[in-house]
């Protein structure tokens, strides 16, 4: 390989780092897709590649798919690169704001391998849908309806959490635990979709009435605010010290869009949260 290819390909690995972290989740994989990358460009003619970037982005998404593909019949969600802070208000959010907010990496977990390939792609990397159709396999019309499909389900702010975000959030877990069922309604998005990653898998529950009838997320109300990949968040612990649960909250027109909460211990235990209340079991 020439060092003209080498230096192309140096030049655009931090972009194809950034792709398949969005659609793998983890800094590890990501890695791992990239270098083989790298490798087929090795055995691969250059002076054969018309457009190096469309090339390189088909290979990591084709890599990517395969790995999403995988997962589906061995599940496992990488969380270890989530970054969860204790809110110590706007002054905080500027670290954050480029980081994958765990409300949407929850939420692309439970879209199908296509699904989330077409709507990364498109969505937040701007790739042609022409690219990303054959990538797929598929017509470019079955691939803007995959990210159509996606779209409806991912809704993701462009700024991180910012006062009022912070101001809705408390007020819906304030209604929680008071019980205000009234309340909980006008706080809610009446599409709000909630998902919870459990050790059996990650539960969906979709609607306004449904949410606030259920209110799993209710006992964060005394947690500690977190600000979780960028949004604002809720981390809850047992009475013994343990974490039970960290939830995020995506906030759009005053309204929470989507609840996101992972309650899996073994998810929980490879994030690093931090330290309980000293009121949690009384032992602090």
Known sequence: MSDTVAAAFEARRDRLHAVA???LGSHADAEDAVQEAWLRLARQDAAEIDNLDGWLTT???RISLDVLRARRSRPESPYDEIVVAVDEGPEADAELADSVGLALLVVLESLGPRERLAFVLHDLFAV????????????????????SRARRKVRTPSTPAGPSQ?????????????????????ILDPEVRLTVDTPDGVVVVLGATNVAAGARIGAAAGGR?????GQPGVVAWREDGTPMSVVAFTVAGGRIVSIASVADPAKLASMELPEPPETVGGAR
Do not use: N, W, Y
Request: glycine share 8%.
């Open 128 to 147: 042609p849908f022409e690219e990303i159709a054959r990538i797929l396999g598929k017509s470019t019309a079955a691939a803007k309806m995959l990210a």
């Open 166 to 186: 912070r101001e809705v959030v408390q007020a819906f877990l304030t209604a929680a635990r008071d019980g205000d069922f009234e309340q909980l309604l006008r």
């Open 59 to 61: 290979v990591v998404g």
């Open 225 to 229: 605010a977190v600000l979780v990949g």
């Open 21 to 23: 972290h969005r659609l």
